[in-house]
Protein backbone atom coordinates (compact mmCIF):
# COMPACT_ATOMS: atom_id res chain seq x y z
CA UNK A 1 0.00 0.00 0.00
CA UNK A 2 2.78 2.01 0.85
CA UNK A 3 4.83 1.45 -2.16
CA UNK A 4 1.61 2.23 -3.96
CA UNK A 5 1.42 5.39 -2.79
CA UNK A 6 4.26 6.71 -3.33
CA UNK A 7 4.84 5.78 -6.73
CA UNK A 8 1.35 7.64 -7.06
CA UNK A 9 3.29 10.80 -5.97
CA UNK A 10 6.26 10.77 -7.33
CA UNK A 11 4.52 10.30 -10.93
CA UNK A 12 2.77 13.32 -9.06
CA UNK A 13 5.38 15.21 -8.80
CA UNK A 14 6.53 14.37 -12.25
CA UNK A 15 3.74 15.48 -13.87
CA UNK A 16 3.97 19.28 -11.95
CA UNK A 17 7.27 19.67 -12.92
CA UNK A 18 6.81 18.45 -16.29
CA UNK A 19 4.38 21.18 -16.96
CA UNK A 20 6.13 23.40 -15.62
CA UNK A 21 8.50 23.10 -17.99
CA UNK A 22 6.59 23.10 -20.85
CA UNK A 23 5.86 26.58 -22.43
CA UNK A 24 2.16 27.13 -23.55
CA UNK A 25 2.14 27.87 -26.89
CA UNK A 26 2.00 31.49 -28.25
CA UNK A 27 -1.25 32.77 -28.59
CA UNK A 28 -1.46 35.37 -31.89
CA UNK A 29 -3.88 36.91 -33.63
CA UNK A 30 -4.06 38.56 -37.17
CA UNK A 31 -5.19 42.21 -37.78
CA UNK A 32 -5.95 42.97 -41.53
CA UNK A 33 -6.69 41.03 -44.94
CA UNK A 34 -6.66 43.42 -47.31
CA UNK A 35 -2.70 43.29 -48.49
CA UNK A 36 -2.42 39.93 -50.11
CA UNK A 37 0.96 39.15 -48.13
CA UNK A 38 -1.62 38.62 -45.19
CA UNK A 39 -2.48 35.08 -46.36
CA UNK A 40 1.37 34.02 -46.27
CA UNK A 41 1.55 35.14 -42.95
CA UNK A 42 -1.27 33.54 -42.09
CA UNK A 43 -0.17 30.36 -42.89
CA UNK A 44 3.19 31.00 -41.58
CA UNK A 45 1.65 31.47 -37.95
CA UNK A 46 -0.13 28.19 -38.00
CA UNK A 47 2.92 26.49 -39.17
CA UNK A 48 4.59 27.34 -36.19
CA UNK A 49 4.48 24.44 -33.60
CA UNK A 50 4.88 26.34 -30.41
CA UNK A 51 2.24 28.76 -31.50
CA UNK A 52 -1.48 29.02 -32.71
CA UNK A 53 -3.61 31.62 -34.58
CA UNK A 54 -6.30 32.11 -32.02
CA UNK A 55 -7.83 35.23 -33.67
CA UNK A 56 -8.32 37.24 -37.15
CA UNK A 57 -9.85 40.63 -37.49
CA UNK A 58 -11.05 42.37 -40.64
CA UNK A 59 -14.01 45.24 -41.02
CA UNK A 60 -14.59 43.81 -44.63
CA UNK A 61 -17.19 40.46 -44.15
CA UNK A 62 -15.90 38.50 -47.71
CA UNK A 63 -12.63 38.82 -46.36
CA UNK A 64 -13.39 37.06 -42.84
CA UNK A 65 -15.63 34.52 -44.89
CA UNK A 66 -12.17 33.72 -46.98
CA UNK A 67 -10.54 33.68 -43.49
CA UNK A 68 -12.64 31.44 -41.87
CA UNK A 69 -11.71 28.92 -45.10
CA UNK A 70 -8.08 29.75 -44.39
CA UNK A 71 -7.98 28.64 -40.53
CA UNK A 72 -8.43 26.00 -38.59
CA UNK A 73 -11.56 24.90 -36.24
CA UNK A 74 -11.94 27.26 -33.02
CA UNK A 75 -10.58 30.47 -34.93
CA UNK A 76 -12.41 33.82 -33.67
CA UNK A 77 -13.68 36.10 -35.92
CA UNK A 78 -14.10 39.70 -35.67
CA UNK A 79 -15.18 43.09 -37.63
CA UNK A 80 -13.20 44.91 -34.75
CA UNK A 81 -9.76 44.89 -33.98
CA UNK A 82 -9.95 46.18 -30.50
CA UNK A 83 -12.94 44.28 -29.80
CA UNK A 84 -10.19 41.28 -30.42
CA UNK A 85 -7.78 42.66 -28.14
CA UNK A 86 -9.75 43.14 -25.80
CA UNK A 87 -12.11 39.50 -25.52
CA UNK A 88 -9.17 37.44 -26.93
CA UNK A 89 -6.30 38.48 -25.07
CA UNK A 90 -3.31 37.40 -27.62
CA UNK A 91 0.11 37.45 -26.39
CA UNK A 92 1.17 38.88 -30.22
CA UNK A 93 -0.47 40.15 -33.35
CA UNK A 94 0.88 40.26 -36.74
CA UNK A 95 -0.71 43.25 -38.40
CA UNK A 96 -1.23 43.80 -42.16
CA UNK A 97 -3.45 46.73 -42.11
CA UNK A 98 -2.56 50.48 -44.39
CA UNK A 99 0.85 52.51 -43.33
CA UNK A 100 -1.68 55.11 -42.36
CA UNK A 101 -2.82 52.41 -39.40
CA UNK A 102 0.35 51.42 -37.89
CA UNK A 103 0.19 53.91 -34.58
CA UNK A 104 -3.35 53.28 -33.76
CA UNK A 105 -2.37 49.42 -34.04
CA UNK A 106 0.78 50.29 -31.88
CA UNK A 107 -0.95 52.54 -29.31
CA UNK A 108 -3.64 49.86 -28.95
CA UNK A 109 -1.04 46.71 -28.53
CA UNK A 110 1.07 48.60 -26.12
CA UNK A 111 -2.14 49.69 -23.51
CA UNK A 112 -2.67 46.03 -23.35
CA UNK A 113 1.29 44.97 -23.34
CA UNK A 114 0.58 43.09 -26.49
CA UNK A 115 3.67 42.25 -28.95
CA UNK A 116 3.32 43.57 -32.69
CA UNK A 117 4.85 42.64 -35.82
CA UNK A 118 3.99 44.78 -38.95
CA UNK A 119 4.74 43.91 -42.87
CA UNK A 120 7.07 46.57 -43.96
CA UNK A 121 7.29 49.59 -44.32
CA UNK A 122 6.88 50.85 -40.40
CA UNK A 123 5.09 54.00 -40.88
CA UNK A 124 3.66 56.85 -43.42
CA UNK A 125 5.95 59.63 -41.48
CA UNK A 126 8.73 59.54 -39.38
CA UNK A 127 6.86 61.36 -36.27
CA UNK A 128 4.93 58.29 -36.78
CA UNK A 129 7.62 55.92 -36.59
CA UNK A 130 9.27 57.61 -33.68
CA UNK A 131 5.99 57.28 -31.58
CA UNK A 132 5.64 54.11 -32.81
CA UNK A 133 9.14 52.86 -30.98
CA UNK A 134 8.11 55.48 -27.72
CA UNK A 135 5.44 53.79 -27.50
CA UNK A 136 6.73 49.60 -27.73
CA UNK A 137 9.68 51.13 -25.30
CA UNK A 138 7.51 52.37 -22.68
CA UNK A 139 5.44 49.87 -22.36
CA UNK A 140 7.84 46.92 -22.28
CA UNK A 141 6.34 45.10 -26.05
CA UNK A 142 8.59 43.85 -28.92
CA UNK A 143 8.05 45.52 -32.13
CA UNK A 144 8.96 43.99 -35.26
CA UNK A 145 9.08 45.16 -38.75
CA UNK A 146 9.21 42.46 -40.96
CA UNK A 147 11.24 42.59 -44.63
CA UNK A 148 10.11 39.11 -46.08
CA UNK A 149 12.73 39.15 -48.22
CA UNK A 150 15.39 39.15 -45.87
CA UNK A 151 14.66 35.74 -45.13
CA UNK A 152 15.73 34.20 -48.30
CA UNK A 153 18.91 32.10 -47.80
CA UNK A 154 20.40 33.94 -50.50
CA UNK A 155 20.21 37.44 -48.87
CA UNK A 156 21.24 35.85 -45.47
CA UNK A 157 24.28 34.18 -46.75
CA UNK A 158 25.03 37.71 -48.24
CA UNK A 159 24.71 39.34 -44.72
CA UNK A 160 27.19 36.91 -43.27
CA UNK A 161 29.38 37.37 -45.85
CA UNK A 162 29.41 40.43 -45.35
CA UNK A 163 29.60 40.41 -41.39
CA UNK A 164 32.69 38.09 -41.88
CA UNK A 165 34.72 40.67 -43.84
CA UNK A 166 34.70 39.18 -47.36
CA UNK A 167 33.94 42.74 -48.03
CA UNK A 168 35.50 45.03 -46.46
CA UNK A 169 35.53 47.86 -46.62
CA UNK A 170 31.87 48.41 -48.12
CA UNK A 171 32.23 51.38 -50.55
CA UNK A 172 29.44 50.21 -53.08
CA UNK A 173 26.18 49.28 -52.65
CA UNK A 174 23.28 48.97 -55.22
CA UNK A 175 20.11 47.47 -54.80
CA UNK A 176 17.19 46.74 -57.36
CA UNK A 177 14.14 45.89 -56.21
CA UNK A 178 11.09 45.71 -58.24
CA UNK A 179 7.94 44.02 -59.34
CA UNK A 180 5.04 43.45 -62.04
CA UNK A 181 2.02 45.33 -59.46
CA UNK A 182 -0.23 44.30 -62.69
CA UNK A 183 0.64 40.88 -62.73
CA UNK A 184 0.32 40.08 -59.16
CA UNK A 185 -1.98 42.19 -56.98
CA UNK A 186 -5.35 41.59 -56.29
CA UNK A 187 -8.14 44.43 -56.74
CA UNK A 188 -8.48 44.88 -52.87
CA UNK A 189 -4.64 45.62 -52.43
CA UNK A 190 -4.23 47.38 -55.93
CA UNK A 191 -6.78 49.58 -54.59
CA UNK A 192 -5.34 50.79 -51.24
CA UNK A 193 -1.27 50.67 -53.13
CA UNK A 194 -2.38 53.33 -55.28
CA UNK A 195 -3.72 55.69 -52.37
CA UNK A 196 -0.70 58.11 -51.20
CA UNK A 197 -2.47 58.77 -47.59
CA UNK A 198 -3.24 55.08 -46.67
CA UNK A 199 0.26 53.89 -48.68
CA UNK A 200 2.22 56.97 -47.46
CA UNK A 201 3.91 57.16 -51.05
CA UNK A 202 4.38 55.67 -54.09
CA UNK A 203 7.21 52.39 -55.21
CA UNK A 204 9.80 54.73 -53.03
CA UNK A 205 7.62 53.85 -49.90
CA UNK A 206 6.98 50.37 -51.28
CA UNK A 207 10.04 48.38 -53.23
CA UNK A 208 12.37 51.40 -52.27
CA UNK A 209 12.15 50.73 -48.64
CA UNK A 210 13.71 47.31 -49.37
CA UNK A 211 17.06 49.00 -50.25
CA UNK A 212 17.17 51.87 -47.85
CA UNK A 213 16.67 49.14 -44.80
CA UNK A 214 19.61 46.67 -46.10
CA UNK A 215 21.79 50.24 -47.06
CA UNK A 216 21.24 51.47 -43.17
CA UNK A 217 21.41 47.80 -42.50
CA UNK A 218 24.95 47.30 -44.05
CA UNK A 219 26.35 50.55 -44.03
CA UNK A 220 24.82 52.75 -41.38
CA UNK A 221 23.43 56.33 -41.22
CA UNK A 222 24.04 57.86 -44.43
CA UNK A 223 24.81 61.46 -44.57
CA UNK A 224 22.97 62.67 -47.32
CA UNK A 225 19.93 61.46 -49.55
CA UNK A 226 18.99 62.15 -53.06
CA UNK A 227 16.23 60.75 -55.14
CA UNK A 228 14.25 61.27 -58.34
CA UNK A 229 10.76 59.81 -58.81
CA UNK A 230 8.90 59.36 -61.63
CA UNK A 231 5.55 57.88 -62.95
CA UNK A 232 6.49 56.32 -66.19
CA UNK A 233 3.47 54.20 -66.84
CA UNK A 234 0.11 56.23 -66.19
CA UNK A 235 -2.57 54.15 -64.42
CA UNK A 236 -6.36 55.50 -63.46
CA UNK A 237 -5.73 56.65 -59.80
CA UNK A 238 -2.53 56.78 -59.81
CA UNK A 239 -0.73 59.64 -58.18
CA UNK A 240 2.52 58.72 -56.88
CA UNK A 241 5.74 57.74 -58.67
CA UNK A 242 5.93 54.40 -59.71
CA UNK A 243 9.14 54.21 -60.25
CA UNK A 244 11.59 55.79 -57.74
CA UNK A 245 16.17 56.02 -57.74
CA UNK A 246 17.69 57.22 -54.27
CA UNK A 247 21.39 57.57 -54.02
CA UNK A 248 22.90 57.17 -49.86
CA UNK A 249 25.91 59.16 -49.45
CA UNK A 250 28.29 57.89 -47.14
CA UNK A 251 31.93 59.65 -46.75
CA UNK A 252 33.29 56.47 -47.94
CA UNK A 253 30.44 54.42 -49.32
CA UNK A 254 27.55 55.10 -51.86
CA UNK A 255 24.39 53.22 -51.80
CA UNK A 256 22.21 53.58 -55.44
CA UNK A 257 18.73 51.84 -54.61
CA UNK A 258 15.91 51.53 -57.39
CA UNK A 259 12.31 50.71 -56.22
CA UNK A 260 9.36 50.07 -58.96
CA UNK A 261 6.12 49.00 -59.71
CA UNK A 262 5.88 48.02 -63.30
CA UNK A 263 8.66 46.00 -64.54
CA UNK A 264 9.68 45.50 -68.25
CA UNK A 265 8.22 42.20 -69.46
CA UNK A 266 11.92 40.82 -70.43
CA UNK A 267 12.73 41.18 -66.78
CA UNK A 268 9.59 39.31 -65.45
CA UNK A 269 7.71 39.41 -62.23
CA UNK A 270 10.14 39.76 -60.26
CA UNK A 271 13.48 41.36 -59.63
CA UNK A 272 15.65 41.41 -56.75
CA UNK A 273 19.18 42.03 -56.79
CA UNK A 274 22.10 43.35 -54.64
CA UNK A 275 25.58 44.35 -55.09
CA UNK A 276 27.67 44.98 -52.59
CA UNK A 277 31.68 45.86 -53.31
CA UNK A 278 35.04 46.76 -51.79
CA UNK A 279 38.20 47.74 -53.21
CA UNK A 280 39.10 43.88 -54.07
CA UNK A 281 36.00 42.26 -53.91
CA UNK A 282 32.77 42.15 -55.65
CA UNK A 283 29.29 40.07 -53.83
CA UNK A 284 26.32 39.42 -56.13
CA UNK A 285 22.99 38.29 -55.00
CA UNK A 286 20.49 37.90 -57.18
CA UNK A 287 17.39 35.66 -56.51
CA UNK A 288 18.63 32.92 -54.92
CA UNK A 289 21.99 33.07 -56.32
CA UNK A 290 25.18 34.26 -54.79
CA UNK A 291 28.66 34.61 -56.38
CA UNK A 292 31.57 36.51 -55.37
CA UNK A 293 34.40 38.29 -57.34
CA UNK A 294 37.92 38.70 -56.37
CA UNK A 295 40.64 40.88 -58.00
CA UNK A 296 43.01 37.98 -58.16
CA UNK A 297 40.68 35.35 -59.65
CA UNK A 298 38.75 38.00 -61.66
CA UNK A 299 35.84 35.75 -62.55
CA UNK A 300 32.46 35.16 -60.07
CA UNK A 301 32.69 32.20 -58.14
CA UNK A 302 29.30 30.65 -56.77
CA UNK A 303 28.89 30.67 -53.22
CA UNK A 304 27.21 28.06 -51.19
CA UNK A 305 23.53 29.19 -49.56
CA UNK A 306 23.20 27.03 -46.50
CA UNK A 307 20.11 25.98 -44.89
CA UNK A 308 19.11 28.13 -42.00
CA UNK A 309 17.49 26.85 -38.86
CA UNK A 310 13.96 27.33 -38.49
CA UNK A 311 13.46 30.74 -36.14
CA UNK A 312 15.35 32.29 -39.54
CA UNK A 313 13.07 31.14 -41.88
CA UNK A 314 10.34 33.48 -41.99
CA UNK A 315 9.56 36.55 -40.08
CA UNK A 316 6.44 35.19 -38.16
CA UNK A 317 8.83 32.25 -36.90
CA UNK A 318 11.68 34.62 -35.60
CA UNK A 319 8.71 37.01 -33.82
CA UNK A 320 7.76 33.78 -32.05
CA UNK A 321 11.22 32.69 -31.25
CA UNK A 322 11.81 36.62 -29.78
CA UNK A 323 8.77 36.38 -27.82
CA UNK A 324 9.34 32.75 -26.64
CA UNK A 325 13.05 32.91 -25.58
CA UNK A 326 13.17 36.91 -24.81
CA UNK A 327 15.16 37.64 -27.58
CA UNK A 328 15.26 40.96 -28.22
CA UNK A 329 14.22 42.52 -32.66
CA UNK A 330 17.77 43.45 -33.74
CA UNK A 331 18.50 44.93 -37.00
CA UNK A 332 17.25 45.39 -39.95
CA UNK A 333 13.88 44.45 -38.06
CA UNK A 334 14.33 46.71 -34.93
CA UNK A 335 12.37 49.86 -34.50
CA UNK A 336 15.35 52.00 -34.24
CA UNK A 337 16.66 50.58 -37.83
CA UNK A 338 13.40 51.54 -39.19
CA UNK A 339 12.45 54.48 -37.68
CA UNK A 340 15.62 55.73 -39.30
CA UNK A 341 14.13 53.89 -42.64
CA UNK A 342 11.28 56.45 -42.94
CA UNK A 343 13.43 59.13 -41.97
CA UNK A 344 15.15 58.51 -45.11
CA UNK A 345 12.28 57.85 -47.00
CA UNK A 346 11.05 61.46 -45.54
CA UNK A 347 14.40 62.95 -47.05
CA UNK A 348 14.02 60.82 -50.45
CA UNK A 349 10.96 62.84 -50.72
CA UNK A 350 12.22 65.73 -50.30
CA UNK A 351 14.73 65.65 -52.67
CA UNK A 352 12.41 64.70 -55.22
CA UNK A 353 10.52 67.86 -54.71
CA UNK A 354 13.57 70.34 -54.59
CA UNK A 355 15.72 68.55 -56.68
CA UNK A 356 18.41 68.99 -54.79
CA UNK A 357 20.72 66.54 -52.49
CA UNK A 358 19.03 66.32 -48.62
CA UNK A 359 21.97 66.34 -45.15
CA UNK A 360 20.56 63.89 -42.59
CA UNK A 361 20.88 65.12 -39.06
CA UNK A 362 22.83 62.53 -37.04
CA UNK A 363 20.50 60.39 -34.60
Known amino acids: MRLGFRIILLTSICLVYIGAAEKPRTRLAHIGLGLDGSWSFMKDAQAEPEAELVAVADPRPELLERAKAATRP ?8 VRMLDEVKPDAVLVTVPNSEHLAVTRACAQRRIHVWFQKPMATSARDAREMEKLAGESGILLMINYHTLWSTSMQTVASRVEAGDVSPVQRLIVRHAFNADKVLSPTYYAYFLDPVLHGGGALMDQG ?10 LGRPTRVLAVGKTLAERP ?5 DEAWVILDYPKATAILYGGWWTQPAIGPGVGELMISGPKCLLLRDLDKVTLTTAADREPRPVPVPAIPHERSNGVAHFVDC ?5 PIEAPHSAAL ?3 VIEVVEAAYESMRTGKAVALAAR
Not at 74 to 81: A, K, V
Open 338 to 340: NVA
Open 209 to 218: TYGIDYALWL
Open 74 to 81: GTRFYTDY
Open 323 to 327: IRNGK
Open 237 to 241: GLKTE
